[in-house]
């Protein structure tokens, strides 16, 4: 007598559900794996497990020390960005309290030049987070009716990162990435069309000071026949990055007015020329092209220090997920034990800084070193390889690195 196949939650057999799964001592039918999923959903949502209240928070030195282990250096931003977090923790907890004392969040905008851990930071700090966490870029953002995305996109990737769930969505946290690339063009209010300027930075008013927002459920542009799903944004966290390219100018120029007087000289040599972002100010922000009520909304400005050699070279080698340990590790998937010379990753840190890339740069010139023997290497058999400092710089100049370093130049 043939053995008969069903479902062993419901009962019902193969020919009686859509799909059945088959495993070792059972089976299970398509809507059963449905529900199943739905019960992990709401185990996941409920307070014990992190979706309602947050017990056990992690303190602002438990975040910092958690970032430490990823991101060399910049430990202003680190305790800026740790505390505001853990404010933010607080805040889901105990914004209505009976005392009728109403906890308001601090935003926050970080600025420092290309390639010194912006979005590293915001992506690190995504890994511990008991809340939904969306990373955005503000480059495709426009005003609304024109090409290109509308700033409530923004919280369309937030309610994707909740799986669609709009109460934990509200307890998020969006870091928005390039906000300097919205600044109007001018200091000046322009009577003419700015679709991705000051436009840009009026829609995200709405969403920064805390306001029931319509967003398209899928994302992208919205139509008068979609469904919109409203989503409170008043316990929604915002930070907000960007390189402000050009702006250690305008605070140069600030700080040059203010030094009139008798301790004129002696204020001039107080002033640290090689790090003018330490002096950032709001001013300077709306000089660059921010708008007032855009900065009234990020309360907290804190600045990335440029990287200088010793910190790039750290980079290289000491976070967890540095890049020689990836490379490493890549190699060691293939049986293969990589090593390379010091004087390799001196010369790499040399060349960053020369052409003035960053960290970003350390990952690209260590790809031009690496990409022939990562082509050979697996063909080989070999159980060990060295990098050679004299194998590192003939690649690094086969490469033509000289084109990089004038295209660095001219931004």
Known sequence: ????????????????????????????????????????????????????????????????????????????????????????????????????????????????????????????IAKMLLVPFAIVDATVLTEAGYVGEDVESLLARLLQAADGDVKLAEKGIVFIDEIDKIARKGDNPSITRDVSGEGVQQGLLKLLEGSVVNVPPQGGRKHPEQQFIAVDTRNILFICGGAFDGIEKRIAQRLNTHVVGFDAARNVAKIDKSNMMQYIAPMDLKSFGLIPEIIGRLPILTHLEPLDRKALRSILTEPKNSIVKQYIKMFAIDGVKLTFEEAVLDYVVDKAVEFGLGARGLRSLIEVVMMKPMFEVPSTGVTEYVVTLEFARQQVENANMAVLKESTEDK
């Not at 529900?35 to 975040?63: C, D, F, H, V, Y």
């Not at 020390?65 to 977090?85: F, H, N, R, W």
């Open 1 to 124: 007598m043939a053995k008969i196949t069903k479902c062993s939650f419901c009962g019902r057999r193969e020919g009686e559900v859509n799909l059945l799964i088959y495993g070792i001592d059972g089976y299970i039918c398509d809507e059963c794996a449905e529900q199943a999923m739905e019960i992990i959903k709401e185990t996941r949502k409920s307070p014990k497990n992190g979706g309602g209240e947050l017990k056990n928070l992690p303190k602002p030195k438990e975040i910092k020390a958690y970032l430490d282990q990823y991101v060399i250096g910049q430990d202003a931003a680190k305790v800026a960005l740790s505390v505001a977090v853990y404010n933010h923790y607080k805040r889901l907890n105990h914004w209505e309290d009976a005392d009728g004392v109403e906890l308001e969040k601090s935003n926050i905008i970080m600025v420092g030049s290309t390639g010194t851990g912006k979005t590293l930071l915001a992506r690190t």
